[in-house]
C-alpha cells in the first residue's frame, strides 16, 4: 500500500515519539528537539509523516539552506520496512531540497546499519567521509552525498 504523506504537525508527536523510541533506542530525540524543529525552524525545515490507514507508520526531516540540504531523520517502524515507506519519505526529501534549490543532500548513517546505506546507496548518495564514534554508543557514522544537479 502507497503511504500518504503530509507534513508533521505537533499534534503528530506522540506517534513521532513512539517511533522514534524504537528505532533508535539509544540515540533517540527528544519531544523537544522536534518541537524545536517544527516550531522554530519552520523557513529552513521539511518534517513529514508517512500515514497507513490513517496511522502514522513513519517520518523524515530535512534541513535546507542556501544550496545545501541535510536529511536530519528518517525512520519507519520495522513492519513497515521494505515497502516502500522510507523510499517514498526520501522521494519527497530530495523533491523538496530541489525545490529549496539545493545542489547537494548530505546526511549521516550508522556504520553498523547496511540496509540504510544500501537505500541510499540505490538513492544515489556516495560515502564521503566518517564521523568516528558520533552515535551514543559510540557506533561511527558515514557521511553521504547526493548532488542533485548531476
Do not use: C
Not at 500500500?1 to 513512539?18: F, G, I, K, N, S
Not at 534541513?63 to 515497502?83: F, K, M, N, P, Y
Not at 523533491?95 to 546505506?117: G, I, K, Y
Not at 568516528?132 to 561511527?140: A, L, S, V
Amino acid at each position: 500500500m502507497t503511504p500518504v504523506l503530509r507534513r508533521m504537525t505537533a499534534d503528530d508527536l506522540p506517534a513521532v515519539m513512539e517511533i522514534e523510541r524504537t528505532v533508535f533506542p539509544d540515540d533517540a530525540w527528544s519531544e523537544g528537539m522536534f518541537r524545536g524543529e517544527l516550531d522554530d525552524q519552520p523557513r529552513t525545515r521539511h518534517y513529514l509523516v508517512a500515514l497507513v490507514d490513517d496511522v502514522i507508520v513513519g517520518y523524515a526531516g530535512l534541513a535546507a539552506a542556501g544550496d545545501q540540504a541535510d536529511v536530519q531523520t528518517i525512520a519507519v517502524l520495522a513492519e513497515r520496512r521494505r515497502s516502500g515507506v522510507g523510499g517514498a519519505l526520501l522521494t519527497e526529501l530530495l523533491a523538496e531540497a530541489a525545490r529549496r534549490d539545493a545542489v547537494s543532500v548530505f546526511l549521516e548513517v550508522r556504520a553498523d546499519n547496511p540496509d540504510a546505506q544500501a537505500v541510499y546507496h540505490r538513492f544515489g548518495f556516495e560515502q564521503i567521509g566518517l564521523r568516528r564514534r558520533y552515535y551514543e554508543d559510540g557506533t561511527d557514522a558515514i557521511m553521504m552525498r547526493k548532488d542533485l544537479h548531476e
